[in-house]
């Protein structure tokens, strides 16, 4: 007999707890995991996330490498925005693997933690150790393509966001070995940009190649305006690295110093493998710059073989420094800070089961390796000292300069707190704003009391503080720190800011949580003067409160390039970009197109600018078509009538001063091609080769095959455009008109044109929004009254901001060195080399 007083049970109290059960629980299958949460498997969805999955893809080919069978990769940007990784390595297995039933390509492309670095013996060295690596680029891309040349066959699969839809077929006959991977990163996943920055990956490509003496890569950026292609090949490695690093530096001593070894030794009974590279040199600047690397990864928040180093280096200086009496009783203690200043080094270790703190690998765990460097690096360091006394005394010097130095800074430093504390806090001219919650407010670093003027007018005083800036800084690069904080503008910088200045690990004296805003914000003139400014407050910045940088506090405001007027419209625009969408715009006001012939109806205003949207990308996408020698019209010309598709790619003849090209539909039609070209004339997909025997005398023979990555692309706007009306049975220009373009419509002149061919109405377009247009090029602030500086250059909802980060430390060191350095001929050399390059010039 049940108690009618009985407490209700959980399930009447909550009523879903019933319906929890098993059905309840679901699995993602395959790489559905990676699309549902990137951020777990590539770092996140920004670009530094973007440029993760070339680097995953692109470490696969240095292992092959680092195993001893690959000495060339090659890296391709695509107009379409796709990118390219060949190697000539071994190519991932094709065979079945007996456990899954799946081909090995197959098996490492679409099954999480699978591939040859889990102690088969595939790899005694890799950087990749959780196999996810191209998997997980495979289910983030949009299309993803695997070419594997291995046992006398050309293997291709396919993929769309990490789904089969080609299996694994052969396709051709290879002459060698190696992987080809292409693919586009998928829109849906990388919202904030799929745009690859060809600076960042040809960094990376110089870094792999320093690392890897012997490896040559070659690097070709396809995009319309870019730089020519590079080819990175370094025979003494990771030595020319630190060399390249200390460029437009004087060298404390000219050879660096190398310190190297292997070892075989075993962790928890598991026998264990780690090459240990460390190569140093002394210069005669201020600042330290220290490169970790594990199996060729970056590690750019150090780990253990950084903190071996950096204590081996100071026990050892310090050791030194007291045998030979090099110490003065009043002289200050030497510190870590004190031992890396002009310091450049490269830490490159290679372990065979290392440990890391993410898939990012960001940061080294091993915990053998502290002590491992750490001993290594005071041996050899010892040794070394011992051997080069005159090299180590200078290294001394230099520690006890600098030791000098950093307490004459602390004096100055205190000085500037004991002034901003009798003085009120904060300086004179600093105009600031009313809220105190920094994560809100914003600090406009601006060039001059005009364009200061105008800014504090023109601001909205509740978060927006103005620091009107008068002349030159002082150059960081080439002072002392004690005579840096002499300049007053510095002092009032660092006294708006709020954070204090230091770099060191070992000074306390830049504290980030005090900073007073999380936006400072350089706003200069876009003139020689401007761009100066800019430059050197970076230069301190970057030197001195790194930590503003590093959190990402520091903006560069972009004012509008041009400033368009046409009859009562006036509008700024802020790039070409930009401009072209705009002249497209004004072109298509008061016009018709129609399609010839009596009777026929015009094009719909909504349909047309669809129309011309399409036009425009298929314009850009030509580019990729026209380096190959075929016109756009050509190739679009070429299109399947029913479905639409494009050939995939495109063989070049050449014979002496004549070439000819044919394209080529499907696998099908290369395989077909490649039977018809047996000899060794044949390259394929961009590399070259002649065949001496099979050519005419005093001519050269060459045959190329290129894949056409803008086709998939391409075949999409053709879909589009033919569900939007557009006849786009032909693009070549006709005999007869295929449209008439109309326009003046508002006015008595009504003017017609006849139209060949759809890439025409365009161009048409393009044309009629530039009459009447005039266009003037914005250089200075001061141009703008404070209302429109805050609408184009300060207001939230319409102003462009450009974040400064340190993506690759190394190139920033150098590229400020090289500009604001003491060192006059390598800045020559670099304006002579870039003064092509230059758009605008203001002389």
């Given at each position: 007999?049940?108690?009618?007083?009985?407490?209700?049970?959980?399930?009447q109290?909550?009523?879903?707890?019933?319906?929890?059960?098993?059905?309840?629980?679901?699995?993602?299958?395959?790489?559905?995991?990676?699309?549902?949460?990137?951020?777990?498997?590539?770092?996140?969805?920004?670009?530094?996330?973007?440029?993760?999955c070339?680097?995953?893809?692109?470490?696969?080919?240095?292992?092959e490498?680092?195993?001893?069978?690959?000495?060339?990769?090659?890296?391709?940007?695509?107009?379409?925005?796709?990118?390219?990784?060949?190697?000539?390595g071994?190519?991932?297995?094709?065979?079945?693997?007996?456990?899954?039933?799946?081909?090995?390509?197959?098996?490492?492309?679409?099954?999480?933690?699978?591939?040859?670095?889990?102690?088969?013996?595939?790899?005694?060295?890799s950087g990749?150790?959780?196999?996810?690596?191209?998997?997980?680029?495979?289910?983030?891309?949009?299309?993803?393509?695997?070419?594997?040349?291995?046992?006398?066959?050309?293997?291709?699969?396919?993929?769309?966001?990490?789904?089969?839809?080609?299996?694994l077929?052969?396709?051709?006959?290879?002459?060698?070995?190696?992987?080809?991977?292409?693919?586009?990163?998928?829109?849906e996943?990388?919202?904030?940009?799929?745009?690859?920055?060809?600076?960042?990956?040809?960094?990376?490509?110089?870094?792999?190649?320093?690392?890897?003496?012997?490896?040559?890569?070659?690097?070709?950026?396809?995009?319309?305006?870019?730089?020519?292609?590079?080819?990175?090949?370094?025979?003494?490695?990771?030595?020319?690295?630190?060399?390249?690093?200390?460029?437009?530096?004087?060298?404390?001593?000219?050879?660096?110093?190398?310190?190297?070894?292997?070892?075989?030794?075993?962790?928890?009974?598991?026998?264990?493998?780690?090459?240990?590279?460390?190569?140093?040199?002394?210069?005669?600047?201020?600042?330290?710059?220290?490169?970790?690397?594990?199996?060729?990864?970056?590690?750019?928040?150090?780990?253990?073989?950084?903190?071996?180093?950096?204590?081996?280096?100071?026990?050892?200086?310090?050791q030194?420094?007291?045998?030979?009496?090099?110490?003065?009783?009043?002289?200050?203690?030497?510190?870590?800070?004190?031992?890396?200043?002009?310091?450049?080094?490269?830490?490159?270790?290679?372990?065979?089961?290392?440990?890391?703190?993410?898939?990012?690998?960001?940061?080294?765990?091993?915990?053998?390796?502290?002590?491992?460097?750490?001993?290594?690096?005071?041996?050899?360091?010892?040794?070394?000292?011992?051997?080069?006394?005159?090299?180590?005394?200078?290294?001394v010097?230099?520690?006890?300069?600098?030791?000098?130095?950093?307490?004459?800074?602390?004096?100055?430093?205190?000085?500037?707190?004991?002034?901003?504390?009798?003085?009120?806090?904060?300086?004179?001219?600093?105009?600031?704003?009313?809220?105190?919650?920094?994560?809100?407010?914003?600090l406009?670093?601006?060039?001059?009391?005009?364009?200061?003027?105008?800014?504090?007018?023109?601001?909205?005083?509740?978060?927006?503080?103005?620091?009107?800036?008068?002349g030159?800084?002082?150059?960081?690069?080439?002072?002392?720190?004690?005579?840096?904080?002499?300049?007053?503008?510095?002092?009032?910088?660092?006294?708006?800011?709020g954070?204090?200045?230091?770099?060191?690990?070992?000074?306390s004296?830049f504290?980030?949580?005090?900073?007073?805003?999380?936006?400072?914000?350089?706003?200069t003139?876009?003139?020689?003067?401007?761009?100066?400014?800019?430059?050197?407050?970076?230069?301190?910045?970057?030197?001195?409160?790194?930590?503003?940088?590093?959190?990402?506090?520091?903006?560069?405001?972009?004012?509008?390039?041009?400033?368009?007027?046409?009859?009562?419209?006036?509008?700024?625009?802020?790039?070409d970009?930009?401009?072209?969408?705009?002249?497209?715009?004004?072109?298509?006001?008061?016009?018709?197109?129609?399609?010839?012939?009596?009777?026929?109806?015009?094009?719909?205003?909504?349909?047309?600018?669809?129309?011309?949207?399409?036009?425009?990308?298929?314009?850009?996408?030509?580019?990729?078509?026209?380096?190959?020698?075929?016109?756009?019209?050509?190739?679009?010309?070429?299109?399947?009538?029913?479905?639409?598709?494009?050939?995939?790619?495109?063989?070049?003849?050449?014979?002496?001063?004549k070439?000819?090209?044919q394209?080529?539909?499907?696998?099908?039609?290369?395989?077909?091609?490649?039977?018809?070209?047996?000899?060794?004339?044949?390259?394929?997909?961009?590399?070259?080769?002649s065949?001496?025997?099979?050519?005419?005398?005093?001519?050269t023979?060459?045959v190329?095959?290129?894949?056409?990555?803008?086709?998939?692309?391409?075949?999409?706007?053709?879909?589009?455009?033919?569900?939007?009306?557009?006849?786009?049975?032909?693009?070549?220009?006709?005999?007869?008109?295929?449209?008439?373009?109309?326009?003046?419509?508002?006015?008595?002149?009504?003017?017609?044109?006849?139209?060949?061919?759809?890439?025409d109405?365009?161009?048409?377009?393009?044309?009629?929004?530039?009459?009447?247009?005039?266009?003037q090029?914005?250089?200075?602030?001061?141009?703008?009254?404070?209302?429109?500086?805050?609408?184009?250059?300060?207001?939230?909802?319409?102003?462009?901001?450009?974040?400064v980060?340190?993506?690759?430390?190394?190139?920033?060191?150098?590229l400020?060195?090289?500009?604001?350095?003491?060192?006059?001929?390598?800045r020559?050399?670099?304006?002579?080399?870039?003064?092509?390059?230059?758009?605008?010039?203001?002389?």
């Amino acid at each position: 007999m049940s108690d009618q007083n009985e407490a209700p049970s959980a399930a009447q109290n909550n009523p879903g707890a019933e319906s929890y059960d098993a059905n309840k629980l679901g699995q993602l299958k395959g790489l559905e995991a990676v699309r549902k949460k990137p951020g777990m498997y590539i770092g996140g969805t920004d670009e530094r996330a973007l440029h993760h999955c070339v680097s995953e893809v692109l470490d696969n080919s240095v292992d092959e490498h680092l195993a001893g069978h690959c000495n060339k990769i090659d890296v391709t940007i695509h107009v379409d925005g796709s990118i390219s990784i060949r190697d000539d390595g071994r190519g991932i297995p094709v065979d079945i693997n007996k456990d899954s039933g799946l081909p090995g390509v197959e098996l490492v492309m679409t099954t999480l933690h699978s591939g040859g670095k889990y102690g088969q013996g595939g790899y005694k060295f890799s950087g990749g150790t959780h196999g996810v690596g191209a998997k997980c680029v495979n289910a983030v891309s949009e299309w993803f393509e695997v070419e594997v040349s291995r046992n006398g066959e050309i293997h291709h699969m396919t993929f769309e966001r990490g789904k089969t839809t080609k299996k694994l077929e052969v396709i051709g006959k290879a002459t060698g070995t190696g992987t080809l991977i292409s693919f586009k990163p998928d829109a849906e996943i990388f919202r904030e940009t799929t745009v690859f920055v060809a600076d960042r990956i040809s960094q990376r490509l110089r870094e792999l190649a320093f690392l890897n003496s012997g490896l040559r890569i070659n690097f070709l950026d396809e995009r319309p305006s870019v730089p020519k292609p590079e080819t990175f090949f370094y025979k003494d490695g990771v030595v020319e690295f630190v060399k390249q690093i200390n460029t437009g530096k004087t060298a404390l001593h000219a050879a660096p110093i190398r310190i190297a070894k292997e070892l075989k030794t075993t962790l928890d009974d598991k026998p264990m493998e780690i090459h240990v590279e460390i190569v140093l040199q002394y210069n005669d600047s201020y600042n330290d710059l220290v490169l970790c690397y594990t199996n060729t990864i970056h590690n750019p928040d150090g780990g253990t073989h950084l903190s071996g180093f950096r204590s081996a280096l100071t026990r050892a200086i310090n050791q030194f420094s007291k045998a030979n009496n090099l110490l003065k009783e009043k002289d200050p203690q030497i510190t870590g800070d004190d031992v890396r200043e002009g310091l450049a080094a490269v830490i490159s270790i290679k372990h065979s089961d290392p440990k890391f703190e993410s898939q990012t690998k960001v940061k080294l765990l091993s915990p053998e390796v502290e002590s491992i460097v750490g001993s290594l690096s005071y041996e050899g360091l010892m040794f070394y000292f011992e051997a080069n006394t005159g090299v180590a005394k200078r290294i001394v010097e230099k520690a006890l300069t600098a030791a000098r130095a950093r307490e004459a800074a602390r004096k100055a430093r205190e000085t500037i707190r004991k002034g901003a504390l009798s003085a009120g806090g904060l300086p004179g001219k600093l105009a600031d704003c009313s809220e105190k919650d920094p994560a809100i407010c914003e600090l406009y670093i601006v060039e001059g009391d005009s364009a200061g003027g105008s800014a504090k007018q023109g601001r909205d005083r509740r978060y927006q503080a103005i620091l009107p800036l008068r002349g030159k800084l002082i150059n960081s690069e080439k002072a002392q720190l004690d005579k840096v904080l002499n300049n007053e503008e510095i002092r009032t910088l660092i006294t708006a800011i709020g954070t204090g200045i230091g770099t060191g690990e070992d000074d306390s004296s830049f504290k980030i949580e005090k900073t007073r805003y999380h936006k400072i914000i350089i706003m200069t003139d876009a003139d020689v003067d401007g761009s100066h400014i800019r430059t050197l407050l970076l230069t301190f910045l970057y030197r001195q409160m790194k930590g503003i940088i590093d959190h990402g506090y520091v903006y560069i405001a972009q004012p509008p390039l041009y400033k368009i007027k046409r009859k009562k419209r006036e509008q700024y625009v802020d790039n070409d970009e930009q401009l072209n969408r705009i002249l497209l715009e004004l072109g298509a006001e008061d016009i018709l197109v129609a399609p010839a012939g009596a009777g026929s109806p015009p094009l719909a205003p909504a349909v047309l600018d669809q129309i011309v949207e399409m036009l425009a990308a298929i314009e850009k996408l030509g580019h990729g078509i026209t380096r190959y020698g075929a016109s756009l019209a050509e190739y679009l010309d070429q299109q399947n009538k029913e479905t639409h598709e494009l050939p995939r790619y495109i063989a070049r003849l050449r014979e002496g001063n004549k070439e000819s090209h044919q394209f080529l539909a499907d696998d099908k039609a290369r395989a077909a091609f490649m039977e018809a070209h047996p000899d060794p004339l044949l390259a394929v997909a961009g590399s070259e080769t002649s065949n001496p025997k099979s050519q005419t005398p005093g001519a050269t023979r060459r045959v190329t095959i290129h894949e056409i990555f803008e086709a998939n692309e391409l075949t999409k706007l053709l879909k589009a455009l033919a569900k939007a009306g557009l006849d786009i049975s032909s693009f070549a220009p006709s005999a007869t008109p295929r449209y008439t373009f109309t326009e003046n419509l508002a006015t008595k002149h009504e003017t017609k044109t006849n139209l060949f061919s759809p890439l025409d109405i365009i161009a048409t377009i393009r044309a009629n929004g530039r009459k009447g247009l005039s266009i003037q090029r914005y250089k200075g602030l001061g141009e703008m009254n404070p209302k429109q500086l805050y609408e184009t250059t300060m207001d939230p909802d319409h102003r462009r901001l450009l974040k400064v980060n340190i993506s690759d430390a190394a190139k920033a060191d150098a590229l400020f060195t090289l500009l604001m350095g003491d060192e006059v001929p390598p800045r020559r050399q670099f304006i002579e080399d870039n003064a092509l390059n230059v758009q605008y010039l203001d002389v």
